[in-house]
């Protein structure tokens, strides 16, 4: 049988992972996974989270099942926590079923959708986080995509409006609700507003994946996309992971939520979900659902890690207000204009694959092929030395290489 399996083709991301991995030169730079780094270049274990594992090792409670739809209270917590607690808000006609990871949750709700309407349409933004086609395609589901970034580099407000009046009703519209992966570029509240807009007279359903909340302008900031499309649409999706701005990473934590215009509805999705669950995986795995849990229902611990968090965005915002400064300084002003707008973990260069590949080969830079670039894995001390390195590809092929710091 495995005599018969073609050569699959291998995950890129991971694929310059390893590639770093062998590169020996000191001046390497990783900046290709999304993950946080401090200045030391460590992903740390967030304080709130130390001490929410710390309460739940002394209780030491059952390892029990769950059930298919996870931690309950997590659940809770983290509808809570996206869609808000206002008396009569969205929250009250949605569902949640936790899962492995944003990434469980974009497969789980594919293929609510695949079951609901085998051969629906999902729009993605071109770019898109590499990820969300293969997802989709995986489910079964059709992918089109919509324009995402103007001419400028910003929001193509005007672009994406009239791309998405191809859209058919009940076609699905996945969005990313804030610090968009790959580019940075965000709508603005008035943008969002016209899409709700969009969405409603069109009939399409949107589908947000919530993965960077609290990275862009704030956590509260961050969310206002994603409740305003919620009080404004009869359905929607959406995905949710807490690998970033928990730290989580490795524990694979994530929720799917769903919102329905009557209860029977919200229900039917529910347990359609846990089934699907059922097939792939079963339950999700508690102690990160438990860590997440402990920190949002306990009043000190949430405001701890929301401290964190804004420390981590702040952090990521200088990076990218420093990197722009120096580009700007090596004489790239339209470039740094650009980078300066954008918002998040990652940012877009102005680069093509062949410019990438030779930032890497002559820079020891490492960025992926589309030419993003992890803004909150710069190690504050080495932005000038990646100002030079992005500077010296824009600039001819002789170009010095950046003086290592």
């Given at each position: 049988m495995l005599e018969l399996l073609p050569p699959p083709p291998t995950d890129p991301l991971w694929d310059l992972t390893y590639e770093f991995g062998d590169d020996e030169r000191p001046e390497r730079l990783n900046l290709v996974l999304g993950v946080y780094r401090d200045q030391t270049g460590t992903t740390p274990v967030m304080a709130a989270?130390?001490?929410?594992?710390?309460?739940?090792?002394?209780?030491?409670?059952?390892k029990e099942y769950r059930g298919l739809s996870g931690n309950a209270a997590f659940n809770s917590s983290l509808l809570d926590l996206v869609l808000g607690t206002a008396p009569g808000g969205p929250a009250h006609r949605a569902?949640?079923?936790?899962?492995?990871?944003?990434?469980?949750?974009?497969?789980?709700?594919?293929?609510?959708?695949?079951r609901t309407r085998p051969g629906t349409t999902v729009w993605i933004s071109d770019p898109a986080y590499v990820n969300h086609r293969p997802i989709l395609e995986a489910a079964g589901l059709k992918v089109r995509t919509f324009g995402w970034r103007d001419r400028e580099g910003g929001f193509d407000t005007a672009g994406v409006l009239r791309d998405l009046r191809d859209a058919r009703r009940d076609d699905v519209v996945l969005l990313q609700g804030c610090c968009h992966n790959p580019t940075g570029v965000d709508p603005l509240l008035?943008?969002?507003?016209?899409?709700?807009?969009?969405?409603?007279?069109?009939?399409?359903?949107?589908?947000?994946?919530?993965?960077?909340?609290?990275?862009?302008?704030?956590?509260?900031?961050?969310?206002?996309?994603t409740r305003l499309l919620a009080a404004r649409v009869p359905e929607m999706l959406i995905a949710v992971s807490c690998s970033k701005n928990f730290g989580l990473y490795s524990d694979r934590v994530g929720c799917a939520i769903v919102l329905g215009a009557t209860e029977r509805s919200v229900r039917n999705a529910e347990t359609a979900l846990q089934n699907a669950a059922r097939t792939l995986y079963s339950m999700p795995p508690e102690h990160g659902a438990a860590v997440v849990t402990t920190i949002l229902q306990d009043e000190g611990l949430r405001a701890a890690w929301r401290a964190e968090l804004d420390v981590m965005r702040d952090r990521i915002t200088a990076n990218r207000a420093d990197l722009a400064a120096h580009l700007g300084n090596l004489g790239c002003e339209e470039q740094a204009r650009t980078l300066a707008r954008q918002k998040g973990m990652f940012s877009m260069l102005p680069l093509a694959p062949h410019d990438m590949l030779r930032l890497r080969r002559q820079f020891a830079i490492y960025g992926t092929t589309s030419g993003r670039i992890n803004i909150a894995g710069i190690p504050a001390h080495r932005i000038p030395c990646l100002a030079q390195g992005i500077a010296g590809v824009l600039g001819p092929a002789d170009a010095p290489r950046p003086v290592i710091l």
């Open positions: 989270v130390r001490e929410a594992e710390l309460r739940l090792a002394q209780r030491s409670e059952s569902a949640a079923v936790q899962t492995v990871a944003g990434s469980g949750a974009l497969r789980l709700l594919a293929d609510l959708i695949c008035d943008d969002w507003e016209a899409l709700a807009e969009s969405a409603v007279r069109g009939g399409w359903v949107p589908f947000v994946d919530l993965a960077y909340h609290g990275l862009g302008d704030g956590l509260e900031a961050d969310l206002l996309a």
